[in-house]
């Protein structure tokens, strides 16, 4: 058996395959992040599962790609945790950045971003994959992301620069007030995951013409910093997208990309399907299984 997983820093999608790659199982479940995640927690979660624990014994490959997985030290800190719960797999962690080229990869050079909790870019010929700029996480960047988006709507409450009708209904939906935001984000883990949350304000409010400035706003940065730095995308290089944050306001993505002058390609909201095809047909995954 392989499982197969595309892990933001709020939701993880599991694929179970077997011996011949048919799926099996799909789980989703919390995500896991290095920064604020630890091998015990990991290992704690997956144990407790409903159903992950049966299966464990019989996994022969693990292939894991989350948020923040983007050096050896933070990487084991995740190989650790699925070590003690699937004993026998080969486990590989990496980026979810590479899961986001691999997943929207289409035969040609391109460029792959991710816009969903948080953002980041990379470019990949189809072998190797490059970053211009590095992603500085929700504090001080994750521009174009939900919790990008989360952030400038909590400060536009709390200042009261929201329209009056989108200020009644925030305040209706979430009951909240400046205190328990400052809590949140100041004293308890996560804060991103908590902001982000905010976005599906944004997104039941799609059309409303300040939400729609927030977003694009933050479409714009993220290409100029995140897309603008590569010069293949200024050669014409397609751009393509995974994530929640993207296929919610599509055309709005689109819009700013043609006025940036990049070319848009596609979006996937979830990546994992992909990458499923990606690891059977050209990483060939089922083949080192046999060979094991």
Request: charged share 20%.
């Amino acid at each position: 058996m392989i499982i197969i997983v595309e892990s933001g820093s709020t939701k993880a999608d599991w694929i179970l395959l077997d011996g011949h790659g048919r799926e099996m199982k799909r789980w989703s479940i919390m995500g896991f992040n290095p920064y604020f995640h630890s091998s015990a927690t990991v290992a704690q979660v997956l144990n407790n599962h409903p159903e992950i624990p049966s299966y464990a014994p019989n996994v022969e490959q693990v292939w894991f790609y989350g948020a923040g997985c983007s050096s050896e030290k933070l990487n084991s800190v995740i190989q650790n945790g699925l070590s003690s719960v699937f004993k026998r797999a080969d486990i590989h962690v990496d980026h979810d950045l590479k899961a986001a080229a691999f997943a929207t990869y289409n035969g040609e050079p391109h460029i792959a971003c991710i816009l969903g909790t948080g953002s980041n870019s990379c470019f990949f010929d189809g072998q190797n994959i490059r970053e211009e700029v590095p992603a500085l996480a929700y504090v001080l960047g994750d521009e174009g992301s939900a919790s990008y988006i989360g952030k400038r709507l909590v400060a536009d409450f709390i200042y009261k620069r929201m329209p009056s009708n989108l200020l009644e209904a925030f305040l209706a939906q979430y009951k909240t007030d400046k205190e328990e935001i400052f809590h949140h984000v100041y004293h308890q883990p996560h804060a991103n995951v908590y902001l982000a949350s905010f976005s599906r304000f944004a997104g039941d409010h799609a059309d409303d013409p300040y939400i729609q400035g927030i977003v694009r706003e933050g479409f714009m940065k993220f290409i100029e910093i995140h897309v603008c730095c590569f010069e293949e995308g200024k050669k014409g290089a397609p751009v393509n997208f995974v994530g929640s944050v993207a296929k919610a306001f599509e055309g709005l993505l689109k819009e700013s990309c043609d006025s940036l002058g990049v070319t848009y390609g596609r979006t996937q909201a979830k990546p994992v399907n992909r990458l499923v095809e990606y690891h059977l047909n050209v990483l060939r995954v089922l083949d080192k299984a046999a060979s094991a």
